[in-house]
Structures are given as C-alpha cells and as structure tokens.
C-alpha cells in the first residue's frame, strides 16, 4: 500500500472532522485495509474502478455476480480477485472460458502470478496439473465433470465464466447452461460478459436458478472511442465533436461528392469508386500516429493476400533494433518446427512480414504463428494485423487503431451485414489502457453502403443476449441416468431458454388479440353484397403466389444453368460473353472455383488482349463452349508476351472457324412452363359474383390488409405454442429418437460419455464395432470424420479412402447417418451433420509419420485447420477410449500417441 493510500488520513483531513467521527472513520478505513479487498486493491498499481470494487465486494460477501462491460474495461481483474479468495479460503477455483487459446493465455497469466505449480490446464485434449487448486479449462471440460465427476467437485468454491456471452451461440452456447443449471450451489459464480442490452433479464434468470446474484453493469470504456471513416485517402470523424449522434456534415457531403447516385454522371463516378488499397490505408494511419492496428478483413485469404501485398510495397514499420528482437523470436520458433514443414507452412511470407512490421492473424495458422503475432503485437513491435473477426474473441491483444474494411462478412451461408453487437465487440479492442489518450475506429467508405448504417452502429453499443439451449442427446442420456423423465423436464425448464420463452408470451399474447379486433374490423368494411369477398380475395392471393412461385422457379432454373455452364468450362475453351462490356470471343484461361465460400467465376482473355474477371452480373445466360484453344504451358497472363501468343493462337483459331459461334447451350429436359391451374384460376375469377362490383378494389385493399394481419396472426400464434412447450416437446422428441435406436437410459452408458455435435452417430458406429478392426492411421482417419467440417460442401465424397477397411466402415457410417437423419426429419428435430470424409487422407498420411507438407498435399487445407481438426480428433479419441473394447482402446491410445507429434503437439 502507498503512503497515499494509507488507511490513517492526513492532518489536513482530519482537522475538518471531529475527534470521535475522525476515529470511527479511521477505524473503518483500517478495517476494510485488512480484508481480501484490501490487500488486493493495495497490490494494484492503480486504483480500483467503482464497478470493480463492487463486484469484487459482493464476491467477498459471499454471493454471485454477473458482471457486463466493454471489451478492455477490466472485468478479468475481478476473476483474479475470485482466484485470491479461493485461495485465501484453502478452495479450488476453475476458471473456464469459451476457446482454447483463450485458455492458454489465461494459463500463462495465471502462473505467472500464483506459480508453475498452482495452476493447471484442461481443454479436452490437454491435461496439465489437473489436481492443481487453480485450474483454467474449457466450459466443455466443466460441463463434462459435472456429469461424471461430481465427487471431484467437493473442494471447489468458484468458478469464472468468461465471456458467458456466448451462451447465444448457435453451436456452442447450451454448454454454458449446462454448466450454470448444475453447477452447486455452495460453489460461488463469477459471470463475465460483453455489454449486453438485457443484463437484467440475464441477471434475473441466474437469480432464479442460482440464488442471490448481484448484477454490476458498465458501459464506461477506460480509454474513449472516437469513430472515423475514412473515404479515398483523407480520413473524417464519423459524429460532431459537441454531438457524439450526429454525423458530421464534412463527412455527409465528402460521401455525397464521392458516391452520391443523384445524376447520371455522380453514378459514374460512384461506379469508378474504389478504395484505398491496404497498403495505402496502412500509411494513412502511420501519417496520423493511430499505429499499432487491427485492420480486420473477413477473409483468411484476404489477410494473406494483405500481407503480401504490404511485402511488395517496400514500407518498413520496423527499426533495427526491432528485427534483431523479431529474428531472435523466429529463430526460436524456427527451432521448434520441422525444417521440410516450413515451406507450407509459409515460414519465409511470415518472417518478411514480422521484420517490416505487419502480420496476418486467422484460424488458418498454425497454433505457434499466431501466438508470435499476439506477443509481438503486445509488445509494439508488430505494427498492424491483417486479422479475421477469432481475433475478437477474448485475446488480450489491445491496439491503438481498428480498421473495418467491410460491414459485411460470410457466416457460412451468405454474405450478411455485421451486428452492431459485432462492431462493439471488433471495435472493442481499439485503445490501450494506460497507454492511449484515445481509441481510434476506422470504417473504409465504399458507395455499396450509408453513413448511416455506420452510425447505427456505432451508436448501439449493446445486444440482447437470447438463449440458444436446447436439450442436446448427451445431454438427454445424462438427465436420464440420473432422474427420472419427469423430473428432468423440469431441470430442463429451469433454462434461459425456457425464462425468455414465458417472458415473451405475454406481449405476443396482447398483439394476437390486438390483430384479431383489427381484422375484424376490416373484414366488416371489405364486405361485399354480390357475393363473398373474402372467397374472391383468396382466389386472387392463390393466382398471385402461384405466379410468384414458377417466376421463381424460372430464375432458379435459369441461374442453375448458368452455374452449370460455367463449372463445364475449363482452361483453353473458348466463349463469347453475354455482355455489353466485353465484345467478341473470350478464352477461359482460370476456370471457376470456390474460395472463402462463395465461388469465383472463370477469368478470360478476350479478343482485344484484355484479362477480365468475370462477374455475377455480366452473366446473364448460360455460357456454352464454342472451341478450344491449346493454352501455352506456364502461361502467367501477367506477362504481355504470354497474353499475346495466346491471342494469337485465338484469332487463328476464329480464322479457321474452330469456333462455332451459333453453338447454345442445350437446357435440360423438364424445366416447368406455364401452370395451366393459373389459366384455371383466373376464369374462376372472372366468374365470381364479386368481380363484377364497383367497389372491387376498394374491398381489395380492406381484404389484403386483413390477410396481412392473419398472416402474422398466424406467425404470432405459432410462436406462442412454440415457446410455451419448445423445451419440453424437443426433449420427448430427443428420447423418442433414442427409444427407436435402442439407447434407453440404462443402456446409455456410452452415449453419456461422447460429447460433440455428432454424439448419437459416434455412439452408433461404436456399438456397431466400426472402431474395433482399424489399425492406428485409419482410427485416426475415422475420428476425424466426425468432426471434420469443410469449407466446402462439394468436399463430403470426394476423398477416395486410402485403405479397404477405412472405406468400407467410413460408408457404414454414412448409411448410419442417413437414417438417424429420417429419423429427426421426422421428429422434426435438428438434424446431426453427415460425416465429412474430407480430411481421411491427410490425418492417414500424418498418423503414419508423414511431415505435414506430405500430410497435406493435394488438398487446400491450410495447416492452421489441420492442427485444429488433429486436436479435436484427439479430443474425440479419447473419449472413444473410454467406452471401446479393451484391444480397441489400447490402439486408440497408440493413435493417440502417434497423432500428438509435430506442429499437433508443440501448438
């Protein structure tokens, strides 16, 4: 404790007090000086925020907390205290959090202050110190002891829940419910979480299931956020200075001069618009001292691509004195690694990148790379990240800057506009506390979007926390070995879930009654004398939505084949292109491929020399192959030489009529034409009483409005009976699947033991014995196939086995999820993911002591995934193990061992 912070106050203080209130006010002082709080804020180099001392207070009184706060605000300070008061009190404490790299950095963190030997580490496939009074761990990992190792538990006082956020998430988010419903009560929980909109409705839930938890919200930043966009190369504040909701008026009309689509001229140069490359957005930011940065592009080859492109810029961040420190961190590294893995693993790019300051940072590296660019980057000596948004995700990695250069990312499924949720959570890591003044965020312009969608952004600097649990096979198979049917429903109803379902009934009860008296109210002025308006309005909807719905079955088919046309094309064949900007014949030197998700279309050379990349928009119609060409070997249309021969050898080509310009492309049989029943309908119409009346459409207009509001009715009322029964009716539908497939609870045994996302079908290919006749590089294979996802659907088959056996059983597994996949179907259940085969070949070549360039060859799967899906397939092994035959089991371990080597184990 300093001298300033001494519990015994100055004379000047105490001179304004008299002596008896000057005693009990130094008595108090010196009391709270030598509680846990005390001790611990007096070991603080700096002072205690008001919501720190809170939570840290209720904590030491005994109860839980949930604690919200902006990404940077110092909520983990209050996890530490948790830590000091376990062990002031002789108890363990867990500390789980949601990904493995966050685990590891608080593992390192951890040990630093309570010593190697106090703290220990589980994620799944790791096991350090497990009996150590301090354990970091995946929420899985606690989820799993509090299903089979409850005595185990008897000496834990607390557990942190960090980032408990992601209980929203789709995939992974019923874990933390799991968790939260049956952890004991005895056991003191710390909830930490981004700044949510419904912490009190959060907070209320917990209370309800957990007992007194105390809710301390913030949503100060220690170090304040300015927001800017920058447009071309000049840089605006994106709000007023005196109006931190307004937009700036500089910033409107600079957007306006660029983009604005008011003439035909503006919407040219709006067309001509482009953004600043990386490189110049980079210098921008060194020009304006808003250096170190995360600029977070929402591509793992995007960031590669900026790292490149920043390698043949020839700027330099770095000193000298800053590569000698940067070489003696890569020779290390260097060390670790193979030398024959280096070249796929990008060794050189990376290095380059590292010494003249920069880095990419994304899923698609290996363990090691990124965990150099997170301490690097802390230390000031990595001056801008070209990162993807798993960056975001709890890594203590704080920037001066953050760049967004898209408000608009792939989820997987289709490109969507990022949540103002997202933007405070990548936005969150701008500003260093004690460090900067301010925090700098960057959004990069593009006419394709509003200021204003910025704004709104920026300005909604919370999200609604919604519940993504429901009850999971395992998770049925564990309740159920427990307690009865019964009883386990109602542990079910216990969930956040279940809360916000009977919270939300209420209001969508009072709109369905308030929709059901406006309708009637408009069916009482679309009344008709000649005849039932209603019966002519639904006959006008069905002509209406039948039209709708052959228009698009129509485009469907339409953009079907043009897609198929143009997966037919390959390099050399020769088109012409159904477009106004490129004239005459075009030879395919790219064909099209799938990139990131989403495809790209074929690159030609066109009959004036050009290189064009095509677009989604310039084809409008199939694109049949009218020739074909030879395209010289090591053609690079880079070079002007190359382009010209190529050309040359087109015209030929032309001249000679090798190329059929009449040649169409031939649509399948079986393509819909016009409906006949729209033909049938329509003089249906025309024959009703109603059509005839003259105050027809005004009925028409009171009718659709009234159809509307039933519409939504409708809607409304399903999700009333939806959320009033959807726990209870999926958890009958769970046990009805498991009934049919022979998993009742007493012959659940194994099924209780195998967590994941396809834990019935692994349960299946067990007590099928598919596991039992594999040697070790085909057990590996096979696990990963139930964990394996690819970023490419067209993947699935197209792996050819690389043993008889692993194809014959990799098949029986297959058939397997076929029919379970009925079987949900129709329970009307999510449905459990096919095994993806994509990754048999590479896990063989590796189990069997290949390197990893061997391991991965021939396929487009970046080492970083690799490593990641060898750990998960690790994590899957050893679960299997524990429930396969005894010989079974001893291969398993043996694949295990033969697995864990390499760039696997050092990450």
């Not at 209406?544 to 088919?557: A, I, L, M, V, Y």
């Not at 075009?586 to 064909?591: L, Q, S």
């Not at 590089?777 to 056996?805: G, N, Y």
Request: hydrophobic fraction near 40%.
């Amino acid at each position: 404790m300093t001298e300033s912070e001494s519990p015994i106050q100055s004379s000047a203080e105490t001179e304004t007090l008299s002596p008896s209130v000057a005693y009990a006010d130094y008595k108090d002082r010196t009391k709270k000086a030598q509680t846990p709080l005390g001790r611990f804020s007096a070991r603080m180099e700096f002072e205690l925020d008001d919501f720190q001392l809170e939570a840290c207070a209720q904590l030491q009184d005994g109860k839980d907390v949930l604690v919200t706060a902006p990404t940077g605000a110092g909520k983990t300070l209050i996890a530490e205290f948790a830590v000091e008061l376990a062990r002031d009190e002789g108890k363990r404490v867990f500390y789980t959090t949601p990904i493995k790299a966050l685990s590891n950095q608080k593992f390192n963190d951890l040990m630093d202050v309570h010593g190697v030997e106090n703290v220990g580490l589980l994620t799944g496939d790791t096991s350090i110190r497990r009996d150590a009074p301090i354990i970091v761990m995946t929420t899985e990992v606690l989820r799993n002891m509090l299903y089979n190792d409850v005595a185990g538990l008897s000496d834990l006082g607390f557990v942190v829940l960090d980032e408990v956020h992601y209980l929203a998430d789709r995939f992974r988010g019923p874990v933390w419910e799991e968790v939260i419903i049956h952890l004991p009560d005895r056991v003191q929980m710390v909830s930490l979480s981004a700044t949510v909109s419904n912490v009190e409705e959060f907070g209320a839930w917990l209370s309800e299931v957990r007992g007194p938890t105390t809710v301390v919200s913030t949503s100060h930043r220690p170090v304040p956020l300015v927001n800017h966009v920058l447009v071309g190369h000049r840089m605006y504040d994106l709000f007023t200075h005196h109006d931190s909701d307004r937009i700036d008026p500089a910033l409107n009309h600079a957007t306006r001069t660029h983009g604005g689509p008011r003439s035909k001229r503006e919407r040219a140069t709006r067309a001509r618009f482009r953004r600043p490359s990386r490189t110049q957005v980079v210098s921008s930011l060194a020009e304006a001292g808003m250096l170190p940065a995360i600029m977070f592009i929402f591509s793992r080859n995007a960031c590669d691509e900026a790292v490149e492109q920043y390698l043949s810029s020839g700027f330099d961040l770095n000193s000298r004195e800053e590569k000698v420190i940067v070489n003696a961190a890569l020779e290390k590294l260097r060390d670790e690694l193979a030398s024959e893995d280096l070249g796929i693993l990008g060794f050189h790019s990376f290095r380059e990148g590292l010494l003249l300051g920069v880095a990419a940072h994304h899923a698609g590296m290996i363990p090691q790379f990124k965990q150099l660019v997170e301490e690097l980057f802390s230390q000031g000596i990595i001056k801008v990240v070209f990162a993807t948004e798993t960056l975001a995700l709890g890594i203590n990695m704080p920037a001066r800057t953050v760049v967004l250069e898209k408000l608009v990312k792939f989820n997987g499924e289709a490109h969507v506009s990022i949540t103002p949720g997202e933007y405070t959570q990548l936005t969150g890591r701008a500003g260093r506390r004690g460090i900067d003044q301010i925090g700098h965020a960057v959004v990069i312009w593009h006419p394709s979007f509003e200021v204003n969608e910025i704004a709104g952004l920026a300005s909604n600097r919370s999200y609604a926390l919604n519940s993504a649990f429901g009850p999971t096979y395992n998770m049925t198979a564990n309740l159920l070995s427990r307690m009865s049917s019964a009883e386990a429903a109602k542990v079910l109803e216990t969930s956040f879930a279940q809360f916000q379902a009977d919270k939300a009934v209420v209001g969508l009860a009072k709109k369905v009654r308030k929709n059901e008296a406006t309708i009637a109210a408009y069916e009482k002025s679309m009344k008709c004398d000649l005849g039932d308006f209603a019966e002519y309005a639904r006959l006008r909807q069905a002509i209406s939505d039948t039209e709708k719905q052959e228009t698009r079955t129509k485009s469907k088919n339409r953009q079907r084949e043009i897609v198929e046309s143009l997966t037919a094309l390959k390099i050399g064949d020769v088109v012409t292109l159904p477009t106004k900007r490129v004239e005459g014949a075009a030879v395919i030197i790219a064909p099209m491929s799938s990139r990131d998700g989403g495809s790209r279309l074929p690159t030609v050379l066109t009959e004036q020399g050009k290189v064009w990349h095509l677009r989604p928009h310039e084809v409008t119609a199939p694109l049949p192959a009218q020739g074909r060409v030879r395209v010289p070997k090591k053609f690079n249309h880079r070079q002007a030489g190359d382009r010209r021969q190529l050309l040359g050898i087109l015209n030929d080509a032309i001249h000679e009529g090798k190329v059929d310009h009449e040649a169409h492309w031939e649509s399948k049989p079986g393509s819909p034409g016009v409906s006949s029943s729209v033909t049938e309908m329509t003089a249906q119409l025309r024959a009703h009483p109603c059509h005839d009346c003259p105050d027809r459409e005004m009925h028409a207009r009171w009718a659709n409005r009234a159809a509307k509001l039933v519409k939504e009715n409708d809607s409304l009322i399903a999700r009333i009976e939806g959320r009033t029964t959807s726990i209870a009716l999926v958890f009958e539908r769970v046990q009805d699947v498991l009934r049919t497939l022979g998993f009742d609870p007493e012959q659940s045994d194994m099924l209780r033991r195998i967590y994941g996302e396809r834990d019935l079908l692994v349960a299946l290919t067990i007590r099928a014995g598919l596991w039992d006749n594999l040697v070790e590089p085909e057990l590996a294979a096979f696990a990963s196939c139930f964990v394996f996802q690819s970023r490419r659907a067209d993947t699935l088959h197209s792996e050819r086995a690389p043993s008889r056996d692993l194809k014959v059983n990799g098949d029986e597994a297959v058939t397997m999820w076929r029919k379970l996949f009925q079987l949900e179907e129709q329970h009307a259940l999510s449905t459990t993911q096919e095994p993806d085969r994509g990754l048999f070949k590479p896990m063989y070549r590796w189990t069997e002591g290949k390197n990893l360039a061997d391991s991965l060859r021939g396929t487009d799967i970046a080492a970083g995934d690799f490593v990641r899906w060898a750990k998960q397939s690790l994590d899957l092994l050893g679960q299997v193990a524990e429930v396969a035959e005894p010989e079974t089991a001893v291969r398993i371990r043996r694949t295990i061992e033969a697995i864990r080597r390499g760039v696997v184990a050092d990450s």
